[in-house]
């Protein structure tokens, strides 16, 4: 049983343009969620993360959006730069567990 | 501050071996979570550990084990590899307290092949 689906297995953005990214999940005891950017044979690296008592959470180019009732959460980058080309991971974790959920990931390309 | 640091970063063992993976949590981090990554399955949540206790385990064989030293640095350790132990490791650090959750930073991993 999924319970993080990034349905999208791969997303190709022109430069300057907006890329979202997005993410659903089934398991209503989550609240917490991330967002990580993956290349090959590294560790990810964490880029943004919102609670779930609020709605929106913005870091300079990325913002992302969280829908309780659609169980559905969002990652906007923007404007996208070429560097940005890399696997996106959604996670989620329930309250008090340090135990991340990931979905299976987004392959984002940013063509110049 | 320097980060999640692990080694080694490549491992090659045949089946029925016994392998350890170590990892130091970035300074100051008491919390350290171990997650494997393969092609078929992502990345999925191994155990974690807090003050050398384990406060959370993943759905994995008892071949999987670790612990935590008093300096909060982890060990894994799998036991008999099988071919499907093939993956990259990951061990992540956070700072939280004895509750709530706190953002995890990840190490580079260790690329683990069975042969």
């Known amino acids: 049983d999924q319970q993080v689906k990034q349905n999208s297995p791969s997303l190709s953005v022109q430069e300057g343009r907006i890329s979202i990214l997005n993410c659903d999940y089934t398991?209503?005891?989550?609240?917490?969620f991330l967002w990580y950017k993956k290349y090959p044979a590294e560790g990810p690296t964490f880029l943004i993360s919102i609670s779930s008592i609020k709605d929106k959470n913005e870091d300079g180019r990325f913002t992302v959006f969280l829908n309780k009732s659609a169980k559905h959460l969002s990652l906007h980058i923007v404007p996208s730069q070429p560097g940005d080309s890399a696997v996106y991971f959604c996670a989620a974790s329930e309250k008090g567990a340090q135990k991340l959920v990931f979905g299976q990931g987004t392959r984002l390309t940013i063509n110049p | 501050k320097a980060g999640v640091t692990q080694t080694p970063r490549y491992l090659i063992k045949t089946r029925g071996q016994q392998v350890t993976l170590s990892c130091s949590p970035i300074s100051g981090h008491r919390s350290v979570s171990w997650y494997q990554q393969t092609p078929g399955q992502g990345l999925q949540f191994l155990f974690e550990?807090?003050?050398?206790?384990?406060?959370n385990k993943g759905n994995f064989p008892g071949r999987f084990s670790g612990r935590q030293f008093s300096n909060s640095r982890s060990e894994m350790n799998v036991s008999t590899l099988e071919l499907g132990d093939s993956a990259l490791y990951l061990c992540a650090s956070s700072s939280t307290a004895t509750s709530g959750v706190d953002t995890q930073y990840f190490g580079p991993g260790t690329r683990l092949t069975v042969l």
């Open positions: 398991n209503s005891m989550f609240d917490y």
């Open positions: 550990y807090f003050s050398e206790t384990q406060r």
